[in-house]
């Protein structure tokens, strides 16, 4: 079945760093990728997506490009905040029956330091 | 209120005690859903219910009873639970049409069970 592998955490970096965490997925169909955040204590947010090959998803600095002939939706941020400390979760969208059923990754928690 | 709120925040229970996580979303949203998540593991997607109607059981023991009144309520009603079974409850819900729609989440339920 489809799945979503993304790196293993904790990653570890100081205020202003350059940040990309990796995520790779398997599916059958051509499915929407997302990254989700959570931060400590609430549920989970969305941060981006993108629908089909080639495009990139952006918000608040962070960017990942959908590359199909990679699997791949990696997760980037030129510049990252102490407010950025959160565990990061990708995902693949199976549509069905009107609603689209999740597949997450394991998640990354990210720690900026000052 | 507004988006997708949870009660309780946190929850303990005996493994004999019975009791209801509630759920409720204010996004005129037609579908709902329960994760679980633990310590370690991905999110794991435990129920969906669209218009009202369960559409997904994804091989969750009968222990855990989910019940959809109405489009904006959900509920996860715990009954002999195990200590393997505390872990973040999170509820979710969107838009009925298409596969690009995001889910949004709650800040979810911490249960520990005794």
């Known amino acids: 079945g489809d799945s979503v592998t993304q790196m293993e955490g904790p990653v570890t970096l100081s205020e202003e760093a350059f940040l990309t965490i990796n995520c790779t997925y398997t599916?059958?169909?051509?499915?929407?990728l997302f990254w989700y955040v959570q931060y400590p204590g609430e549920g989970l947010q969305l941060l981006l997506k993108a629908t089909k090959a080639d495009d990139k998803g952006s918000n608040k600095g962070f960017e990942a490009t959908y590359r199909k002939e990679t699997t791949s939706f990696h997760l980037e941020k030129g510049s990252v905040q102490v407010s950025d400390s959160a565990v990061y979760f990708c995902?693949?969208?199976?549509?069905?029956?009107?609603?689209?059923?999740?597949?997450f990754g394991a998640g990354t928690r990210l720690a900026v330091h000052p | 209120e507004t988006g997708v709120t949870q009660t309780p925040r946190h929850l303990v229970m005996g493994m004999t005690n019975k009791k209801s996580l509630k759920c409720e979303q204010h996004l005129g949203h037609n579908a709902m859903y329960w994760y679980k998540q633990s310590a370690k593991k991905p999110l794991e997607l435990m129920f969906v219910y669209n218009f009202k109607e369960q559409t997904e059981n994804n091989s969750v023991p009968s222990r855990f009873s989910p019940e959809c009144p109405n489009s904006s309520h959900l509920f996860l009603h715990l009954h002999t639970l195990q200590p393997e079974d505390s872990a973040l409850y999170l509820c979710?819900?969107?838009?009925?049409?298409?596969?690009?729609?995001?889910?949004?989440f709650g800040p979810g339920t911490r249960l520990t069970v005794l």
């Open positions: 995902a693949l969208s199976e549509g069905s029956g009107g609603y689209n059923k999740l597949i």
């Open positions: 599916a059958t169909g051509y499915p929407s």
């Open positions: 979710a819900s969107s838009q009925r049409s298409g596969v690009y729609n995001e889910q949004f």
